[in-house]
């Protein structure tokens, strides 16, 4: 039993520790040790937050508008402008992509006045250590390009390169030719331009971060290695498609991609098999960087599954010298230059040829002055005679 002087001398004990711990508390060092402790708790929820968000795909990362106001109050032009810095100092990492309805192209221009016609950009303040031409083939697909173009034009600002985009619009209602296109685009945008870097990308992918430079590798290089359809991660070793990236030199070592691929599905695994038949290998950036949100869409008409690309597939090595850049046939139905983009109508003729339409195509209409092409979307039929004829003889 505690006698009533202990139970004094225990109080007392007590008092005094609290005493002690209420004088430690009330120290300066004291508050900065808790803030310490309490930023650390929070850093380890937001990087758990972030880690979360990366894996499901939900929205973080900054605008990608941020900070690009800066840039241009840089002094423009003349001799003594110096070379811009390896890395660019407005590159931030994740950027954020939604897409609001309501977009207009208007407003996508209005979002960047330093972009001039056809598309094309240089940084005001510095020069460029690169050149880069965006090579998008296209159809019906006006809405998803409005998009891309909302977010890749201050995603290459942010990069600091000199760079052009090209759409490739295919003429008519006959199947879609992703590659062919891509070959018409590759020499429409060097015919322009001595472009160091071609960026081959499909219309309805928008890049995730700003890390995922648009420059080429010293082989061929393979950007869309994260997609969110994919669960941000490659579907297979040898996938090749979205969006890649090819010097001039690669693109011809590999004589450019099939022209006979029509319909959906196998052209991008033939033009991977190109790059190693070509004496190159396939580089990636990292999972964390090459991301890429895809804009949900129905199946495409006039882009049906191709049901011989398995037969074609297995020809590649028999193929890729015979069909290509060196074989590639195309007419030219109009080419403008609008503010946001080059906008190419291209008639790249059909399975069965050039000129050789298919039955059930109505009978050529008589040549047309202008071409009568103001738009991104295509006439249905393209003028028998049109502007410009290629065919290359190498
Ligand atoms: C593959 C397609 C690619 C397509 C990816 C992703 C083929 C060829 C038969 C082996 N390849 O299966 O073209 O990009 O899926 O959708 O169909």
Redesign the pocket.
Known sequence: MFSIQSKWRYLFMFLGIQLVVMALLSREGYHKRVTYFIRIFRKTESTVLMARNHTTGAAVGADVYANLSRMSKGHNGGDDMPFCPKTSPYIGGPIHVSFPSGLTLAEVQRKNPTVVRGGRYRPPDCEALHRTAIIIPHRNREHHLKFLLYYLHPFLQRQQLNYGIYVIHQAGNYTFNRAKLMNVGFREAMREEDWDCLFFHDVDLIPEDDRNTYTCDSNPKHAAIAMDKFGYKL?YKM?F?GVSALTPLHYLKMNGFPNNYWGW?????DIGVRVSLGGMYITRPSLKVGRYKMIKHKLDKGNDVNPK??NM?AKTRQTWKLDGMNTVEYEIVSREYLPLYTNITVNIGTEAGLHVRPPTAPPPKPPAEKPANKTAKGPANPPAKLKEDHKTTQ
Request: charged fraction near 35%; proline fraction near 9%; avoid cysteine.
């Open positions: 579907p996938y498609g599905g196998g052209e991008d695994d690309r398995f597939l």
